[in-house]
C-alpha cells in the first residue's frame, strides 16, 4: 500500500471515527441511534461523554498519523486492536442492535481494521539503526 493510498485511508477513517463526538456532546441521542437503547443516569451520561472524546481522539490520531509516517504504525495498532475489540464485542453481545448503527459500524470498523492490517503487514520498515 503507498504512502498516499494509507494517508487518505486514515483521514477518511479518521474523520468517520471523529464522528463520534456526538456521544460526547449528545450521549442519549447517539446511544439510541447506535444501539437503539440510551443508558439513562449521571453515572451512564459521564461514561458515554468519556467514551465518545475517547473515540474522537482515536479518529484524531488517526488524521495526525497519515501525516506523520513516525506515529503511524503505533497509531494503527492501537486503532486496530480498538476497533477489532469493538467489532467483537458487538458481535459476541450486541446482535440484536445490528438492527440500528451498530450493524453498521461492525461493518465499517472490520473494514477500517482489515486495511490497517494490510498495512501493517505489508508496510516497509527502515532498516534498524546500528
Not at 468517520?16 to 453515572?43: D, K, N
Request: charge should be positive; include cysteine; aromatic fraction near 8%.
Amino acid at each position: 500500500m503507498n504512502e498516499k493510498v494509507i494517508r487518505t485511508i486514515m483521514v477518511v477513517s479518521g474523520l468517520i471515527t471523529c464522528s463520534m463526538i456526538y456521544a460526547a456532546v449528545a450521549p442519549e441521542a447517539a446511544m439510541r441511534s447506535t444501539f437503539g437503547q440510551a443508558l439513562t443516569g449521571p453515572v451512564a451520561e459521564i461514561i458515554v461523554r468519556t467514551w465518545g472524546a475517547m473515540i474522537t481522539l482515536l479518529g484524531a490520531s488517526l488524521i495526525y498519523g497519515a501525516f506523520r509516517p513516525m506515529v503511524r504504525t503505533p497509531v494503527l495498532v492501537v486503532a486496530s486492536i480498538s476497533k477489532a475489540l469493538f467489532v467483537a464485542l458487538l458481535l459476541v453481545y450486541g446482535r440484536p442492535m445490528f438492527a440500528h448503527g451498530a450493524g453498521v459500524a461492525v461493518w465499517v470498523d472490520g473494514a477500517m481494521v482489515v486495511l490497517y492490517v494490510i498495512y501493517l503487514a505489508t508496510a516497509r520498515r527502515a532498516p534498524a539503526a546500528a
